[in-house]
């Protein structure tokens, strides 16, 4: 390997490190419980309530039908259940943003938005998955995303120019209103610095690519070719994991408790 290829996946390896260090914080607020609305799926149903705990319990039992992370249906769910989870549910709302670009046709698809949108998308939902198979150090993390979204096969373990997490800075970022998607919008932005890998992530389908120049149809074009290639980035990742439970004799069988606890 040349000194060239060597200094390019340290780059790509520091961006995609920055990028996991602050999707980690937000996919942990997922699980949080503020309004003790999925403590209530832990506890039967009283005979006699008021209107207000009515609707509370109303609220949670939709939490729990959609398996939302931190209910009791997501306690009950397998593995594989809960990796899709985050494909179906959480990848559903983030390729909305992703495919708004697409609205306007040709004149913002010139542009890289879309590209780093959808990049930033699946690397978040890609972080969520291989943290339900046990994947949690925040270097596997990178190793994956470098696979799947770059075609690189590196060693954050080893290769410098990773940067340093400040915990406090993650934790008060994560409070910040509609945290998931400002996560998105400000993952983007730190993959603008390899602006040169965006086309080697799984990519939507060439119909769905041309029919995205059109105004407002290419919207619509945009969030279906983007799920489809958010599923194949999703397929790629589990088999990477796989790979690399049959290496080190992991597994998904030795994944540790993802469980959260709720606050």
């Not at 503020?34 to 039992?61: M, S, Y």
């Not at 549910?89 to 909305?96: K, M, P, Q, S």
């Not at 046709?105 to 939902?125: C, D, M, S, T, W």
């Not at 994947?135 to 979204?149: E, F, G, I, W």
């Amino acid at each position: 390997m040349s000194s060239k290829d060597v200094l390019g996946d340290r780059r790509v390896v520091a961006v995609l490190d920055r990028a996991v260090w602050g999707i980690n914080p937000v996919l942990d607020l997922v699980y949080t419980d503020p309004l003790r609305l999925k403590a209530r799926t832990f506890v039967p149903t009283p005979d006699e309530r008021n209107i207000a705990e009515a609707l509370l319990d109303g609220a949670a039992w939709v939490l729990d039908t959609i398996r939302f992370p931190g209910t009791d249906a997501w306690g009950k769910a397998t593995v594989d259940e809960r990796s899709q989870w985050w494909v179906t549910r959480l990848g559903a709302v983030n390729t909305i943003a992703v495919a708004f670009p697409g609205f306007f046709g040709v004149l913002l698809n010139r542009l890289p938005l879309q590209e780093l949108l959808g990049f930033a998308n699946q690397a978040v939902v890609l972080v969520a998955v291989a943290r339900e198979h046990g994947v949690t150090d925040r270097k596997d993390q990178v190793d994956l995303l470098a696979s799947v979204l770059c075609r690189r096969e590196v060693d954050a373990h080893v290769l410098p120019g990773t940067t340093q997490a400040k915990d406090t800075d993650s934790a008060e970022r994560s409070w910040q209103p509609f945290a998931v998607v400002g996560n998105l919008i400000g993952t983007a932005r730190i993959f603008r610095a390899i602006t040169g890998e965006l086309d080697k992530r799984p990519q939507p389908g060439k119909v769905y690519s041309l029919l995205g120049n059109l105004p407002v149809v290419g919207a619509v074009a945009g969030y279906l070719g983007e799920r489809g290639a958010l599923a194949r980035a999703a397929e790629q990742g589990n088999k990477w994991i796989d790979q690399q439970g049959a290496t080190s004799g992991r597994g998904a069988q030795g994944r540790a408790d993802t469980t959260m606890p709720r606050l």
